[in-house]
C-alpha cells in the first residue's frame, strides 16, 4: 500500500476524519488528529501506515469510549465489554481503559457509589440486591463493600416500605403482611430487617396509613 500521499480531504460524514489518497486512489480514512502531519507529497512507508492505523484506531476507540461514558458513569467491565462488541483490538482497549483510569474518567469506587446513590434516590433497595446489581457491573467484592459502608439500608427499606404499605392499605392484617415483605424481599431487603419494621406498618395500616 505503500505510496505518496496525492490528496487529504475531510469526510463528508464527519468532519473529524479525514480521506487520505495515496497514488491518486483512495486508500484510507484517519482521525483528524492523526491525519494532522500529512502533508500533499508525502511518501509513506507500509510501516508508517500501519503505525497511523493503529494511532487511528486509538483515536477511535476513545472517542466511542467518551461517547458511551457522557450518558452515565460506567465501570471498567462495562467500558471493556462495549469496546469489546465494536472490535477494537485488546491492546488498543486497554490503552483506551489505563488513559481514562488515569483521569479519573473510569473509577470502579466512584461508580459503585454512584449506582448506589442513584439507586438510593429514585428506587430504594436492599444491600443484598446492590451487590448483586454490582456485581453485575465487574465491580470486585471488595470495593462493593467499600461502597457500601455507609449506605443507611434501613432509611432505604423504610422509605420502601412506607410507599408500598399505603397500596396495600385496604388489606387484612396478615395478607398484608405477606404481601408487604413479598414487596419488600424483591428489592433485596433481607428478612431480619423487614421483620423489624413491619409490625410498625401493620399497626399504621388501621389509622392513617
Not at 491492546?91 to 481514562?100: E, F, I, K
Not at 470502579?108 to 448506589?116: C, E, G, H, K, N
Request: glycine fraction near 4%.
Amino acid at each position: 500500500m505503500a505510496g505518496k500521499i496525492t490528496a487529504l480531504r475531510l469526510q463528508k460524514r464527519s468532519e473529524r476524519r479525514v480521506n487520505v489518497y495515496l497514488d491518486g486512489e483512495f486508500a484510507f480514512g484517519l482521525a483528524d488528529i492523526a491525519a494532522y502531519p500529512l502533508r500533499v507529497g508525502d511518501w509513506l512507508s507500509d510501516e508508517k501506515i500501519t503505525d497511523l492505523q493503529e494511532t487511528d484506531s486509538l483515536e477511535r476507540a476513545r472517542d466511542k469510549a467518551l461517547s458511551y461514558l457522557a450518558y452515565r458513569p460506567r465501570s471498567t467491565w462495562e467500558l471493556q465489554r462495549y469496546l469489546n462488541k465494536r472490535e477494537f483490538l485488546e491492546p488498543v482497549v486497554s490503552q483506551v481503559l489505563a488513559h481514562l483510569q488515569a483521569v479519573g474518567l473510569v473509577d470502579d469506587l466512584a461508580f459503585a457509589r454512584y449506582w448506589i446513590e442513584n439507586r438510593a434516590q429514585f428506587r430504594p433497595r436492599g444491600a443484598l440486591l446492590l451487590r448483586q446489581e454490582l456485581r453485575q457491573k465487574g465491580i470486585a467484592g471488595s470495593i462493593v463493600d467499600e461502597a457500601l459502608q455507609d449506605y443507611d439500608e434501613v432509611a432505604a427499606l423504610q422509605r420502601v416500605a412506607h410507599k408500598q404499605a399505603r397500596r396495600l392499605r385496604q388489606l387484612p392484617p396478615e395478607e398484608f403482611r405477606q404481601r408487604l415483605t413479598q414487596r419488600l424481599v424483591r428489592r433485596g431487603f433481607s428478612y431480619e430487617s423487614i421483620r423489624d419494621v413491619i409490625t410498625d406498618f401493620i399497626i399504621q395500616s388501621e389509622g392513617d396509613l
